[in-house]
């Protein structure tokens, strides 16, 4: 089977839906890096492992996005319907996950310092 080269979609849709998918992940890439490197002021031996989580959450997610819509694009072609699958949502909740952890470390180190130099 060869892959389709044109579009199914003239409004480009799928290509939209990508593109927006590689701008969340690279978005949550960002924001787990400030995250991680906040964290990291609080306790470098948990903000390591963190760190390299998000980095292969946001790898992963970014990387799968591209398989996604492959296999979107060849699906709309050949039989005329959307596939989908949750991977990559779940993905995105890890990675979501693990930044909201990365803050929940910094402020509870932040406040335990504040709470030693109060006494």
Same mark, same amino acid.
């Given at each position: 089977m060869t892959r389709p080269e044109h579009p199914f979609d003239? /409004? =480009?849709q799928p290509? !939209? #839906?990508l593109l927006a998918w590689r701008r969340t992940f690279l978005a949550l890439g960002v924001a787990g890096a400030v995250a991680v490197r906040f964290a990291a002021a609080v306790s470098l031996?948990?903000?390591i492992p963190l760190g390299l989580v998000l980095v292969a959450l946001a790898l992963t997610g970014y990387l799968r996005i591209g398989r996604r819509y492959r296999r979107v694009h060849? /699906?709309?072609h050949e !039989? /005329? %319907?959307l596939v989908t699958g /949750?991977? %990559?949502i779940t993905i995105m909740a890890l990675t =979501? =996950? #693990?930044v909201v =952890?990365?803050?929940v470390v910094y402020l509870v180190g932040m406040a335990a310092e504040l709470a030693s130099a109060a006494v």
């Amino acid at each position: 089977m060869t892959r389709p080269e044109h579009p199914f979609d003239p /409004g =480009l849709q799928p290509e !939209r #839906t990508l593109l927006a998918w590689r701008r969340t992940f690279l978005a949550l890439g960002v924001a787990g890096a400030v995250a991680v490197r906040f964290a990291a002021a609080v306790s470098l031996y948990v903000a390591i492992p963190l760190g390299l989580v998000l980095v292969a959450l946001a790898l992963t997610g970014y990387l799968r996005i591209g398989r996604r819509y492959r296999r979107v694009h060849e /699906g709309l072609h050949e !039989r /005329g %319907t959307l596939v989908t699958g /949750g991977a %990559t949502i779940t993905i995105m909740a890890l990675t =979501l =996950l #693990t930044v909201v =952890l990365s803050v929940v470390v910094y402020l509870v180190g932040m406040a335990a310092e504040l709470a030693s130099a109060a006494v």
